[in-house]
């Protein structure tokens, strides 16, 4: 896990406030992917990233989510104006490939430690 | 809706004994399974895998069976030891895409020295 990089573990806002959530892939990855877990769900897909671009992002909620992974940098998550129902854990992962092609093990994904946001 | 699912909340294993954690689906066109293991306050940490065109791998003490029929897979640790103790996740995807896993809501081992 410590290979994928995400900052800060834990962060608090009140209701109305902007978070960001960093996360920087393992070296040699160019393919970076937000999840959520809520409290009692499992871990549910938001975006996929690569480089300057956003592949899929239909796991998002369409207002007050955003999500980059510029050039040079981290990738980030952006929660504007959030709500207490954001609260919960958020992993990035990354890996070298984008599929997992026919052969087993081949590029699985590589979590973080998780975010985990907290909206007083 | 879920399409993955483990039945078991949490589990309770001996030392040295067999763990055998399940997993049920509901797809068909699911083609490629995977176990996460996740301690607390870590992210989920990748274990084995298999593809739908295989019924066993094996990688060590762990060994995962699919059965298409059944829209079952399981997950065999032999012998648990209790570093195993963890949330064990099963999760599967579309087209061998990594992008939108769909995962079940786990299932806690204690592996009891």
């Known amino acids: 896990n410590a290979g994928v990089m995400q900052n800060p573990r834990h962060l608090v806002r009140r209701r109305g406030q902007e978070a960001r959530l960093r996360c920087s892939p393992m070296k040699g990855h160019s393919h970076v992917y937000w999840y959520r877990q809520l409290p009692e769900e499992g871990l549910k897909f938001m975006v996929y990233l690569q480089k300057e671009n956003i592949i899929d992002e239909s796991g998002m909620p369409k207002e007050r989510f955003s999500a980059e992974f510029p050039k040079e940098g981290p990738s980030i998550l952006r929660i504007q104006q959030v709500v207490r129902g954001d609260s919960a854990a958020y992993f990035c992962?990354?890996?070298?490939?984008?599929?997992?092609?026919?052969?087993?093990?081949?590029?699985?994904?590589?979590f973080g430690n998780g975010t985990r946001l907290t909206v007083t | 809706d879920q399409q993955v699912k483990q039945n078991s909340p949490s589990l309770s294993v001996q030392e040295g004994r067999i763990s055998i954690l399940n997993c049920d689906y509901t797809n068909s066109m699911f083609d490629y399974f995977l176990w996460y293991k996740k301690y607390p306050a870590e992210g989920p940490t990748f274990l084995i895998s298999i593809s739908s065109i295989k019924d066993k791998n094996e990688d060590g003490r762990f060994t995962v069976f699919l059965n298409k029929s059944a829209k079952h897979l399981s997950l065999h640790i032999v012998p648990s030891q209790p570093g195993d103790s963890a949330v064990y996740f099963c999760?599967?995807?579309?087209?061998?895409?990594?992008?939108?896993?769909?995962w079940g809501l786990g299932t806690s081992l204690a592996v009891n020295p």
């Open positions: 992962a990354s890996s070298r490939l984008p599929g997992q092609g026919p052969s087993d093990n081949n590029s699985p994904l590589h």
């Open positions: 999760a599967a995807s579309l087209g061998g895409n990594n992008r939108k896993l769909i």
